[in-house]
């Protein structure tokens, strides 16, 4: 076998060296990084060669090591924890070896007799008490410190770590200007992994709903993470107001926020506790997310708790689905005479369903690929069908809501003539992208197409001060500063959260 294809299968340890004696024999460069190496294990060492480096003097004119300026002599290893033979004498290292194993002391030959040692000693980088150590096996030392130095950049990058949010929504852009920047299905992940190879971006989420989309991580501060991240997004194309970037504590207090409900369409709305839990799961599965979203999501979580039990009670208890039902007992005289059609079998799917047969309608619900299971009582007043039988159904519907995630438009243009063009027909679109092609309303003129955003404008909050309620909030948050302190400490110096 050559050389270089030689190696050892090893057995990785720490040793604890400090105030144990440990020596080198011999005082060139490579023995100088293992005294060096020695030292800052805290260990005794003594070194013994004829001739020094001048560093290695100097650092036994300071006390630092014990240095014999003389030949070794076997009695040399007595007492002492390891030996690294370090001479550029192939068999002197070769006598160094035999001493140590006559007294059962772990040596280290740092030259071509390494197969025959005790022990090597890997690459290794210590930052603020961790220890970061690569082993080829003695295949390849090179190719060991590439790696370390690799290694050693990113705990550098890591030691200075915090929380980053980047992100835009419905009080940013508008929906027919925010629906780009949306991540759904494959280009949710593709983006995901993306970042994921970007160095200074260690852990995160991507929070994707009807309003917003969010990347929420763990960041180093170098001013060219944000750029590389805002380029993937395509923020670097628009203005620095259609879109938010958090940092630190006001990215603590901005998720605190969103979980609670507060930033959502519907101030208050439920739904963001499930899609957050969604989001980080999606994280889990693609290796996005490990211990440290794992600390602020749910505290994030945690606090939303208090901050709803102040809001709740000066909030409407709305979701997006009230919001749609309501607009739609607005519009029409009696709702209860009307054929709604429910395109989604999702959690809003269901929850429009419910509503719409409390508000007394005749229902129709469509599902796509997972057939929902209905109840005994619902099956009375619900009629099922699938996707494939849209528009057979469409004749006899006067209200359409969809809420799919699905990345296409579910209604389009060539829908518009299948609807009864004697009734005055109205769609409502919640989802995100879009389900309903806007230009369809064009085909049909009594055709009316509702989506968030106009929805968004219909709403009135005139009974909700939301001022005054982030400022309750915002008091809430601060009690909590000591959370985020500790999160934090646990990011940049790996103390647990306690």
């Known amino acids: 076998m050559k050389k270089n294809e030689y190696h050892k299968i090893v057995f990785p340890v720490c040793l604890l060296a400090e105030n144990r004696h440990c020596l080198v024999v011999g005082a060139g460069k490579v023995a100088l990084r ?22 290695i003097k100097k650092l036994s004119s300071e006390g630092t090591i014990n240095l014999h300026e003389r030949e070794f002599v076997s009695s040399d290893v007595e007492k002492m924890f390891v030996v690294f033979a370090a001479t550029n004498d192939r068999g002197a290292n070769r ?7 006559l007294k059962k002391i772990l040596c280290c030959c740092v030259d071509g007799n390494w197969p025959d040692s005790d ?5 290794t980088f210590r930052e603020s008490g961790l220890t970061i150590s690569v082993s080829s096996g003695g295949k390849s030392c090179r190719r060991s410190r590439l790696i370390k130095e690799t290694l050693a950049k990113h705990i550098e990058m890591a030691s200075n770590v915090d929380m980053l949010i980047l992100g835009t929504s419905h009080n940013y852009l508008s929906l027919d200007k925010r629906e780009i920047f949306h991540l759904n299905g494959d280009k949710l992940i593709e983006t995901g992994k993306m970042i994921a190879n970007l160095s200074g971006v260690h852990e995160f989420i991507l929070l994707n709903t009807c309003n917003r989309m969010e990347l929420i991580a763990i960041v180093s501060p170098a001013p060219e993470v944000s750029n590389l991240l805002k380029r993937i997004f395509g923020f670097d194309k628009i203005s620095d107001t259609c879109y938010y970037e958090k940092r630190g504590f006001d990215a603590f207090r901005h998720l605190a926020t969103v979980t609670s409900g507060l930033r959502s369409q519907v101030p208050g709305e439920h739904h963001i506790v499930a899609q957050v839990k969604e989001a980080l799961n999606q ?15 749910p505290s994030a979580l945690h606090l939303s708790k208090d901050i709803r039990k102040v809001t709740t009670p000066i909030l409407h208890d709305f979701e997006i689905e009230d919001l749609g039902i309501d607009y739609l007992k607005a519009e029409c005289q009696n709702l209860s005479d009307k054929t709604v059609m429910i395109i989604g079998a999702g959690t809003v799917g269901k929850g429009l369903v419910r509503r719409a047969i409390e508000a007394g309608c005749n229902c129709y619900w469509c ?13 009375k007043k619900v009629r099922l069908f699938s996707l494939n ?32 063009q004697e009734k005055e027909i109205i769609i409502i679109d919640l989802s995100i992208p879009r389900n309903v092609e806007p230009e369809i309303h064009n085909v049909m ?54």
């Not at 005794?44 to 001739?51: D, I, L, S």
């Not at 006598?95 to 194993?101: D, E, T, V, Y």
């Not at 057979?392 to 609807?419: D, M, N, Q, W």
């Open 283 to 297: 994280a889990n599965e693609q290796n996005w997310a490990d211990g440290m979203m794992h600390d602020w999501i």
């Open 389 to 420: 039988e849209l528009r057979e159904r469409l004749p006899s519907t006067e209200i359409v809501i969809c809420a799919t995630s699905s990345t296409r438009y579910i209604l389009h243009k060539g829908h518009a003539p299948f609807f009864d």
């Open 445 to 498: 003129p009594g055709l009316k197409v509702v989506d968030l955003d106009d929805l968004k404008h219909w709403y009135r909050k005139e009974a909700v001060d939301m001022t005054e309620v982030f400022k309750l909030t915002d008091t809430i948050i601060s009690k909590h500063k000591k959370r985020y302190d500790k999160i934090i400490n646990s990011f940049q110096n790996g103390n647990e959260i306690k």
């Open 95 to 101: 006598k160094i070896l035999a001493s140590c194993n």
């Open 119 to 123: 022990f090597v000693s890997p690459a």
């Open 367 to 379: 599902y796509h690929s997972n057939r929902p299971e209905m109840s005994s009582e619902w099956q």
């Open 34 to 55: 293992k005294i060096r190496s020695l030292i800052d294990a805290k260990a005794n060492v003594t070194v013994v060669a004829p001739e020094s480096e001048d560093e």
